[in-house]
């Protein structure tokens, strides 16, 4: 599966490393790509290891904010 989540909050690369590190993490991940630039993370996922929500918990975790 593949999601597109907006993630507000993201003010630089560190930001941008920070996302991508806390998703990389979860387990069923398989690829991740965030920018800063539109502030969104863009997540390749296998859907019976995880879901839309607990990737968007992790992202709220980190301190960001997602709609």
């Known amino acids: 599966m593949e999601t597109t989540i907006r993630v507000h909050g993201m003010t630089c690369g560190g930001c941008v490393a ?32 995880t879901n839309v929500d607990a990737l968007a918990r992790a992202i709220e975790d980190a301190g960001y904010d997602v709609t």
Do not use: F, N
């Open 18 to 49: 920070s996302v991508t590190r806390v998703l990389k993490a979860i387990d069923g991940v398989e690829q991740v790509d965030v920018k800063l630039d539109p502030g969104q993370a863009r997540v390749t996922y296998d859907a019976t290891r």
